[in-house]
């Protein structure tokens, strides 16, 4: 998480018991906002991921696992080609 200087005031409405629930939990409601906005936005960005992979078509998912096997077997190629490996 950043902790950015750059904040922004905003006003929402929110329900009264859940506020009332927020306030018994934590003293800074603006972080309790904030922390839930990054679950929020994570919960979002997790979902089009989800929905990204799980509508892909066979063709794609086949290009996909080729594209992988003939990459990885380069990477190691070149990965055993560095100075750094000392086991040849």
Not at 4 to 19: C, F, M, N, P, Y
Not at 22 to 34: C, I
Not at 61 to 68: A, G, L, N
């Amino acid at each position: 998480m950043s902790n950015s200087s750059q904040k922004q005031r905003i006003s929402i409405t929110v329900d009264a018991q859940l506020l009332e629930e927020v306030d018994r939990l934590t003293k800074n409601r603006s972080a309790a906002v904030e922390e839930g906005l990054r679950l929020w936005r994570k919960q979002q960005i997790e979902s089009q991921l989800r929905n990204f992979y799980q509508n892909r078509s066979q063709i794609d998912v086949e290009f996909e696992k080729e594209w992988t096997e003939e990459t990885q077997e380069q990477a190691i190629a070149a990965w055993d080609e560095f100075p750094w490996n000392t086991s040849n």
